[in-house]
């Protein structure tokens, strides 16, 4: 059964660091794309960042680009999301998930993660 368990996550200040972490089990993340998805109450869910394994391209949402940097530890079998200079508008619960393409639609993605919480608050 594919399995993707979270870490990191937790409350920081604006302008603080994150890092997320996505360790999958009966699967192996190399051979998907991975997407990080993020969703804030009473919003839908959108994407953050798409790792596209076919040429090891990764896409990023406007709102996060420059601050945020997603990478791959093959090794590990494990994704990790950087994010920095946080502010209020990143307050969401963000969700790995492991797909056959590239795609800001949740519909498209069948293995996902618990999810983690991310407060950034003074």
């Known amino acids: 059964q594919p399995q993707l368990v979270q870490s990191g996550g937790g409350v920081v200040k604006p302008g603080g660091s994150l890092r997320l972490s996505c360790t999958a089990s009966?699967?192996?993340?190399?051979?998907?794309?991975i997407v990080w998805f993020r969703q804030a109450p009473g919003k839908e869910r959108e994407g953050v960042s798409c790792d596209r394994r076919a040429d090891n391209s990764t896409y990023y949402a406007d709102s996060v680009k420059g601050r945020f940097t997603a990478s791959r530890d093959n090794a590990k079998n494990t994704v990790y999301l950087q994010m920095n200079s946080l502010t209020s508008e990143d307050t969401a619960t963000y969700y790995c998930a492991a797909g056959e393409s590239c795609s800001w639609l949740p519909v498209l993605f069948d293995i996902w993660g618990q999810g983690s919480q991310v407060t950034v608050s003074s």
């Open positions: 009966g699967i192996t993340l190399h051979s998907h794309d």
